[in-house]
């Protein structure tokens, strides 16, 4: 009897002995990097995936294109798509409580008797199928529909997650797109720099082989002429580092050479102040992160119920349908028994104390809706304060633009005047080069200028929650 029990635990001992004989690999020494090994970098393939996407870069993509090309291609999107459809899945989990739970098992076991002086050894095998059923058929503190109703709020939860995901892959894009085109309107003012400063510096040099000027002239255009090459190569560079913010907001390698086509030279209009409070109070009502924190208020207080319901009695419908077969061997033959058992009935299951686990359930629950609903009323605040500010800065952006073109065409005006007269002998070279300086001081600003009236009128729109890719963009 001893043997066959040693050699039914062998097996049993060994496979415990050997399921988790790993050695966890740590760094040897404070003062030296971890040698990875080949088996701690395993392939997964996602760079070779990114590597494959091959958009049509035959033409400049404008940002409807640059738009639906990021939505295809975010990952953050995709991961709160994910989410959204994990939740999901817990609805149906919630509403499984509605459901009977039906369990089919099997089983063998062997059971033996030594002999005394007045009987014979006995070894017995039960073995055989069964199926049980439990139903709960009422939750006196409704916590079955409290569950779904939980469950439910918190895939509103994520839906409006996604859809608040989806408008930061809209504004990234927005906002990488007019860095580019800024980028590209900063190269070509350099260039004009560059142009202005070499005229300068020609006619600095034929003033002083003509015997009217100085080579302390040339040297001070010369020196204003590198520094508008310096300062082309920096908005060269610059625009390179916008494509590549541009490729990464699209879901792209930032190598990838994107460029972006020309938005329409005409500029949106300016908002009426009278409209603020009806675009706050719209903004709080439609903004998809508001949205979802309202409905984790809702989960929250759900919960609250739900805790509550288990403190209620539960009542149970069973049932079992079973095939035991027993064999019996002995010093003398026995006759195997086969049969069918069942068995039905109802079950009250009733806690009347758990530790106050219960209790405690019921004030976390109460806490955290009460933080839920803190949390909202912040995030409220907060909105309205966005809005407000990304109007304020709206409106600021397109004075600031308009104040800007006045800027260039003074200074322009005055540029071509400063040349005439120095090429007549009126004006002294600092002149020229004060000019030439104040009109590339203009030419930034009015880039700048312009891409700010863009990303703020971006941001104010997702600031009040209607950014998607059908939203009418400026011109």
Not at 14 to 26: Q, S
Not at 319 to 324: D, E, H, Q, V
Request: hydrophobic share 45%; proline share 4%; with cysteine.
């Amino acid at each position: 009897m001893k043997n066959e029990i040693s050699r039914l635990l062998a097996p049993c001992a060994l496979a415990t002995l050997f399921a988790g004989c790993v050695t966890a690999p740590t760094p040897g020494r404070t003062d030296r990097p971890w040698e990875p090994s080949s088996e701690s970098s395993v392939a997964s393939g996602v760079w070779d995936n990114l590597r494959q996407r091959q958009p049509d870069l035959s033409k400049p993509l404008t940002l409807a294109e640059l738009t639906d090309l990021a939505l295809h291609n975010s990952a953050a999107t995709r991961q709160a798509w994910h989410t959204a459809r994990a939740a999901a899945a817990q609805v149906d989990r919630a509403q499984g409580l509605f459901m009977p739970a039906l369990t089919a098992d099997a089983g063998a076991s062997r059971s033996g008797v030594s002999a005394t002086p007045n009987s014979f050894d006995m070894q017995t095998i039960q073995y055989g199928p069964g199926i049980q059923l439990n139903y709960l058929v009422i939750n006196f503190g409704g916590g079955r529909a409290a569950a779904v109703e939980q469950a439910l709020q918190t895939v509103y939860t994520a839906n409006h997650t996604f859809n608040r995901t989806i408008q930061d892959t809209l504004l990234g894009v927005e906002t990488a797109y007019f860095n580019c085109i800024s980028a590209q309107a900063g190269v070509e003012a350099a260039l004009a720099n560059v142009a202005d400063a070499k005229k300068a510096l020609e006619a600095a040099q034929a003033r002083n082989t003509a015997g009217m000027g100085t080579a302390l002239d040339v040297l001070q255009a010369q020196a204003a002429y590198d520094q508008s090459l310096y300062s082309q190569a920096a908005a060269r560079g610059q625009l390179q580092v916008a494509r590549g913010a541009l490729a990464l907001a699209t879901g792209l390698p930032a190598d990838m050479p994107l460029v972006p086509a020309n938005p329409d030279t005409e500029l949106p209009a300016s908002l009426a102040t009278n409209d603020v409070r009806r675009t706050i109070d719209d903004a709080i009502a439609r903004r998809p992160d508001i949205a979802a924190l309202r409905a984790d208020l809702a989960a929250k207080r759900a919960a609250i119920q739900v805790a509550h319901a288990a403190s209620w009695p539960d009542l149970y419908l069973n049932a079992n349908l079973n095939r035991p077969y027993y064999e019996a061997f002995t010093g003398v033959p026995q006759q195997g028994r086969h049969e069918w058992t069942y068995g039905t009935g109802l079950t009250v299951q009733w806690d009347l104390f758990d530790g106050w686990q219960t209790e405690s359930q019921i004030r976390t629950a109460e806490e955290q809706a009460k933080a839920a609903e803190a949390t909202l009323e912040q995030a409220e605040l907060n909105a309205c304060a966005d809005v407000w500010a990304r109007f304020q800065n709206y409106e600021t952006a397109l004075q600031k633009y308009a104040f800007s073109v006045a800027y260039s065409k003074s200074a322009t005006a005055a540029r071509d005047l400063a040349s005439e007269a120095y090429a007549a002998g009126l004006k002294t070279v600092l002149d020229l080069l004060t000019a030439d300086s104040q009109l590339a001081s203009a030419r930034s600003q009015q880039v700048v200028a312009r891409q700010e009236v863009f990303t703020s009128l971006a941001n104010l729109i997702y600031a009040t929650g209607r950014l998607t890719a059908d939203t009418p963009q400026p011109k």
